[in-house]
């Protein structure tokens, strides 16, 4: 079968040498790292051809997925505090950063889908991390840490791209 989704991975600066530190979400789940997990528009467009696709007109690049706190040789955590739930007038003033950087493909969906789904599940678990307590620091550092990286950019310049 063919890879619906394209998910690249790609380490957080949270260690140095092999030694990586480990935050206590607050259902004790232990992680080691973040992933930030990107979308290929048109990969992402096969996945939802079904119930329809619409890529915002000013997305030309990789899109956020999400940042998920992970483990070399554990399961992730997921779903670690549902006292938090998602709440989107928290993020209301990041909506197009939001749009362009992270938006969420599936016609057929609210586009806050994927971001309550992101936080529900994966920044709930890193919160324990003080720069992303809370929903305006996770998803803005999920975005400024997509920023550094370029994901695009970096694939061109390697001559990967022609």
Avoid at 22 to 38: G, P
Avoid at 71 to 95: G, H
Wanted: glycine share 4%; aromatic share 16%; with cysteine.
């Amino acid at each position: 079968m063919l890879k619906q989704l394209l998910v690249v991975f790609i380490g957080a600066l949270l260690s140095q040498g092999s030694t990586a530190p480990t935050y206590k979400a607050q259902n004790n789940e232990d992680w080691e790292f973040l992933l930030l997990a990107q979308f290929w528009p048109t990969t992402s467009c096969y996945y939802f051809r079904e119930s329809g696709c619409s890529v915002p007109e000013k997305v030309n690049n990789w899109t956020i997925h999400g940042l998920w706190p992970s483990n070399a040789n554990e399961p992730q955590p997921e779903n670690c505090n549902s006292s938090m739930p998602f709440d989107y007038t928290q993020i209301e003033s990041l909506r197009d950063r939001l749009d362009l950087e992270w938006p969420y493909y599936n016609k057929s969906g609210a586009r806050t889908f994927l971001w309550e789904h992101e936080w529900n599940k994966h920044g709930t678990c890193a919160y324990n991390l003080p720069t992303l307590q809370g929903e305006m620091n996770y998803f803005t550092s999920a975005m400024n840490l997509y920023q550094t990286i370029n994901l695009f950019g970096s694939v061109h310049n390697a001559s990967y791209l022609c």
